[in-house]
């Protein structure tokens, strides 16, 4: 067994006393909390008491996996995300067993600090008493059960300064909401909570379960519980009808209650969903995104991971690119389908590291690094096909240039990377054409969406099955010197000299200040 109840010394702790059998801070009063909620809040409270009967498993709900990842685990890392250092955990049902399962994930960053609620049959207001002695400054409060984007805890955290007593997250597209007569309904009024609960006859937003809350929370439950009202909605109740309660909409933002099978699933479906990128061509958004989502919701629940998934990708793609060096129509056919075949499972690295939080600066490098290296042994090996092949001598010539062409390519891509060190992803090259309004840029956008390594290999693969994927060297050879490499080479470029202005103009700052104080 194990007992903890709060760090003395830590972020959010403070001075403490029982109350009613749990510990309670005694030097908390609504009156000071307007100066403390302008402090920036960095601590969360996270309430995973309860064993989730309606799951109907023997698995305590906060160790329940969705997609490969703990239920609370899902709520930490996501914490963690929005800027969370610290997470007071509340713990009732299976303590001991939820406790170990959490703490094998050394991947999450944030200090874990547990706390043990032996009543955790009651009304969850109580557990929210539970870490009153531990927090005596503004901090999230959330639930196990429930999954958010990180986004909803970041607006919170821009409207601290607003924070009386608490701030709730609410959504208001009704119509979107899953099992909406199970749903903690909040009626409201300006940006302020009028009344709250499950059952309200008038109500214009739905609670989503995370809000940013002062310790002021804590007495309007001790209020509550005196009166025999227990629940975490009862003390939210109460901060209303003073008038310190707000709501801050996050209506466009994915969040989910998770109490039954059938909203384990549809997270699931929502989760899956949301692998689905902005930049995504038309293959990829219609034939290879479904298959790869397919495939992510598999490997999820297996140890492989990212980085091995982008090494076995590109090892594939190698494979295509021998394949294609042999030539000859069945050479060229399984280079097509093998390169096509990499160009979806391109796709599954970077869903599985999204889905299951994996997703790192190095794991951003790796996938890009074995993206260009098979794009490059790709064209090579087609080359050395083409040449072994009795075609017209300008497929080889053309091919050379595009060889060329995607290599120097690649060196800005990678230069103006390096040069940014904000991400290992290509995606984020910045250029020109994307934000200009002329004719030429628009032509660059649509050439660039048609130019997308999705369609690329689909088109590989239609071509191959004819017999002319060597068509495609010739193709991408004008492609990659007349458009790829230009735009490429202004984005380096482009970027290079807004490092170096940057780098002058800190440079200057020095200067200027000696100048000040010599003055």
């Not at 029982?18 to 403390?36: C, F, P």
């Not at 998934?309 to 190698?318: A, K, N, R």
């Not at 494979?319 to 050479?331: C, E, H, L, N, T």
């Not at 995606?427 to 628009?442: A, D, E, H, I, W």
Request: hydrophobic residues 45%; charged residues 20%.
């Amino acid at each position: 067994m194990w007992s903890v109840g709060w760090d003395v010394g830590s972020p959010c702790g403070g001075a403490s006393t029982a109350y009613h059998g749990l510990i309670v801070d005694t030097e908390i009063s609504w009156g000071r909390i307007v100066s403390d909620s302008r402090q920036y809040a960095t601590c969360a409270l996270v309430l995973a008491a309860g064993n989730g009967s309606r799951l109907r498993s023997k698995t305590p709900k906060p160790v329940h996996r969705l997609l490969g990842v703990p239920l609370l685990a899902r709520t930490l890392f996501s914490l963690e995300r929005a800027g969370i250092t610290d997470a007071y955990v509340v713990l009732g049902y299976e303590a001991d067993w939820v406790r170990t399962e959490i703490e094998k994930i050394d991947r999450i960053g944030l200090r874990i600090h547990w706390l043990a609620h032996s009543e955790w049959k009651k009304p969850n207001g109580l557990s929210v008493l539970a870490a009153e002695s531990a927090l005596s400054e503004p901090f999230i409060l959330t639930m196990a059960d429930h999954i958010f984007d990180s986004a909803i805890v970041e607006r919170l955290l821009a409207n601290r300064h607003l924070l009386q007593g608490i701030d709730l997250a609410v959504d208001y597209n009704l119509a979107d909401v899953f099992d909406i007569d199970d749903a903690t309904k909040v009626e409201v009024k300006g940006d302020r909570i009028v009344s709250i609960g499950k059952s309200l006859p008038s109500y214009q937003a739905i609670d989503t379960g995370c809000f940013l809350a002062s310790p002021a929370l804590f007495q309007a439950i001790r209020d509550a519980h005196a009166e025999g009202k227990s629940a975490l909605s009862d003390g939210v109740q109460r901060l209303a009808d003073a008038g310190l309660a707000r709501v801050t909409d996050v209506s466009e933002r994915l969040w989910l209650d998770i109490d039954t099978p059938e909203a384990m699933a549809e997270a699931e479906r929502k989760l899956l969903a949301g692998v689905r990128k902005s930049t995504d061509g038309p293959i990829s958004k219609h034939v290879n995104r479904p298959i790869s989502a397919a495939l992510s919701r598999q490997l999820v629940k297996t140890k492989v991971t990212p980085n091995q998934l982008s090494v076995g990708t590109l090892g594939i793609g190698i494979v295509a690119a021998i394949s294609a060096g042999i030539g000859g129509y069945f050479g060229f056919l399984i280079s097509g389908i093998l390169f096509q075949t990499a160009s979806i499972l391109d796709g599954v690295d970077g869903e599985v590291a999204k889905l299951t939080f994996q997703s790192t600066p190095r794991g951003e490098w790796i996938d890009t690094a074995c993206d260009q290296v098979s794009y490059i042994a790709f064209l090579i090996g087609l080359l050395i096909g083409v040449y072994r092949s009795p075609l017209p001598e300008f497929y080889f010539q053309i091919g050379v240039l595009g060889v060329l062409a995607g290599v120097v390519s690649i060196a800005n891509i990678s230069a103006y990377l390096i040069r940014h060190q904000e991400s290992g992803s290509a995606l984020t090259v910045q250029y020109g054409f994307q934000s200009g309004n002329g004719g030429l840029s628009r032509i660059m956008r649509f050439v660039q969406y048609l130019g997308k390594r999705d369609l690329l290999a689909f088109l590989a693969l239609i071509l191959a099955v004819f017999g002319k994927l060597p068509l495609g060297l010739v193709l991408f050879g004008i492609g990659g010197t007349f458009l790829l490499l230009p735009a490429t080479s202004l984005a380096n470029l482009s970027s290079l000299r807004r490092a170096q202005r940057l780098q002058k103009a800190q440079a200057a700052i020095p200067v200027s200040r000696a100048q000040h104080d010599t003055a």
